[in-house]
């Protein structure tokens, strides 16, 4: 699944978990695992979210990041 788009003034971790929360109680889905381009508030609201998920960063943002 891929997180809605919308726009928005602040992408803290409280931001993300109530949007994260939001998607898993109206879909009933369970998310596994994440994947990211590692942003400080994302990774926040998910820690916060779903504490027991695994989480990796997507190729690019690693690579780029990296060198």
Request: hydrophobic share 35%; proline share 3%.
């Amino acid at each position: 699944m891929i997180l809605n788009i919308q726009l928005a003034e602040n992408r803290n971790g409280e931001i993300w978990e109530n949007h994260i929360n939001e998607i898993v109680s109206q879909d009933n889905i369970e998310i596994i695992n994440t994947v990211t381009d590692g942003g400080k508030g994302l990774l926040k609201g998910i820690d916060d979210a779903l504490p027991t998920v695994n989480h990796q960063p997507d190729t690019f943002h690693m690579l780029s990041h990296r060198y």
